[in-house]
């Protein structure tokens, strides 16, 4: 049955992969560079950039708020190539236009909703900040505490603590100094400061006075800035925590052509499915084993789990150590590891976990319940539907795997959410019989995941590897 909006998606048990894989780019840095692209001075095109509804949304309210941005490829509803995608910006230099007051909604998007509170800061007028009914449930009111902490006046339209918020700008700029940070719902609220603090007038020095939430997403924001010539200084504690993070004060040019990396996100449930497919040989082609993408972790985890996991310049390639017809388990189960590091990764390492030869325990998973869906709640029903025990607590789960050879038939509801669907669609690969409602959901990260889905389940198609880009 062919994906789509409306009707469920059947995924059947794969043939062997063996093929060479292009994923799409990193929506983290797609949605970092469109933020500092929009507030430098100059033009940067954002090349093997992620058009998806959630980098769409950012664009389109970066636009409004007065950046010149042309989308150019297919865009987020299609299936077209990878690669046909990028973001030409011309930016405002620190400071949106004025212009009347706007509304702005952002859907289902977290971090789209996330930057442009803050981004809106720098905006000479009333900018409304409004997102899907699951948004609206999400936490925002850290957010609003570090902003009006910066002096800049939030109010809150019906409750306190939820969207929608009126952001507004008129009275000039945030100036930045020094922000105390406590526990954070989300990383993303100090990202985005982080990713306007050059254009403040004192920079901005984060100082943490709890060890922050997913601070891999810092170390990728403090990446981004440093690659686009912001001076940033960091300290930490002896357990190698983020004491506090300064930005500089300082204005970033454009930077002319900026490539993007492909998306390690999107990457870790085609490592999962050749992992799990028995006789399965996958490339993840330019791939960087380098990158410093969270993410990247779940690919040393399904190493440690029996996967075949090598890296070279050319990308990363991951095969199953159990042949096909071989009734092994593919991986061992993980024992207990911390994904703190890599959440969103984890949901991909909780469907290889199903069908692994033992328990698994995923810990470090506390935001995962305030995501597009309650990530736990949502994986633990789907995965006890396909045949898998699972508990669940605060911030871990616990999988002991489905019986080897047993009959799947469940009908899954992802409750919206893309890496519930895609991580669903990876075990069907393995166990067949897995239908996903509502398929679409994807569009948010991945649109092209159900037609690079096909195309691997398809195993080998004639002689050599085949290669999809």
């Not at 664009?59 to 150019?72: D, F």
């Not at 736990?376 to 045949?387: D, E, F, I, P």
Request: glycine share 14%; proline share 7%.
């Amino acid at each position: 049955m062919p994906a789509g909006a409306d009707g469920p998606r059947l995924v059947e048990r794969s043939a062997p992969i063996d093929a060479v894989l292009a994923v799409p780019g990193s929506k983290s840095l797609t949605n970092r560079g469109l933020v500092l692209a929009a507030m430098a001075s100059g033009r940067t095109v954002l090349r093997w950039a992620l058009r998806s509804g959630d980098t769409d949304a950012l664009a389109h309210a970066l636009g409004t708020l007065g950046a010149t941005i042309e989308a150019r490829g297919p865009g987020a509803g299609t299936d077209a190539p990878i690669g046909a995608d990028e973001f030409s910006v011309d930016g405002v230099g620190g400071r949106f236009p004025s212009g009347d007051d706007v509304s702005l909604h952002l859907g289902d998007g977290g971090t789209p909703t996330r930057f442009v509170m803050a981004a809106a800061a720098f905006a000479p007028r009333r900018v409304t900040i409004d997102g899907s009914a699951r948004m609206r449930e999400r936490p925002v009111a850290d957010g609003v505490a570090l902003l009006r902490q910066l002096g800049v006046h939030v109010t809150w339209l019906e409750r306190d603590g939820r969207l929608p918020v009126v952001v507004d700008g008129r009275a000039g700029p945030p100036v930045g100094g020094t922000l105390h940070v406590g526990r954070l719902a989300s990383s993303q609220f100090a990202s985005a400061l982080l990713l306007l603090a050059p254009w403040m007038r004192d920079g901005l020095e984060m100082r943490f006075e709890a060890p922050p939430t997913s601070a891999s997403y810092l170390a990728l924001t403090v990446d981004e800035l440093r690659r686009w010539g912001a001076h940033v200084d960091e300290a930490r504690d002896a357990h190698g925590a983020p004491c506090s993070i300064r930005v500089a004060p300082g204005p970033l040019a454009a930077r002319g052509a900026v490539m993007v990396e492909q998306d390690a996100s999107s990457a870790v449930p085609w490592a999962v499915a050749a992992a799990i497919v028995p006789g399965s040989d996958l490339e993840l082609g330019w791939l960087p084993p380098e990158s410093r993408q969270p993410d990247m972790r779940v690919l040393a985890i399904l190493e440690s789990m029996g996967a075949g996991v090598m890296r070279g310049s050319g990308g990363v390639r991951i095969a199953c150590r159990a042949r096909a017809g071989d009734g092994a388990p593919p991986l061992d189960g993980a024992g207990e590891v911390d994904c703190g590091a890599c959440p969103d990764g984890s949901l991909a390492l909780m469907a290889a976990a199903a069908v692994a030869g033992g328990p698994t325990r995923i810990t470090g998973l506390g935001t995962l319940r305030g995501k597009e869906s309650d990530r736990l709640s949502a994986m633990q029903a789907a995965l006890t539907r396909v045949g898998a025990a699972v508990d669940v607590g605060d911030d871990w789960i616990e999988i002991r795997p489905l019986a080897p050879g047993r009959t799947v038939d469940a009908r899954i509801d992802p409750h919206r959410d893309h890496r519930v669907a895609m991580s669903l669609g990876v075990l069907g690969m393995r166990t067949g019989g897995i239908r996903i409602d509502d398929p679409g959901c994807v569009s948010k990260s991945y649109p092209q995941f159900w037609a690079a889905l096909d195309f691997l389940s398809r195993g080998r198609a004639g002689a050599g590897r085949q290669g999809i880009e």
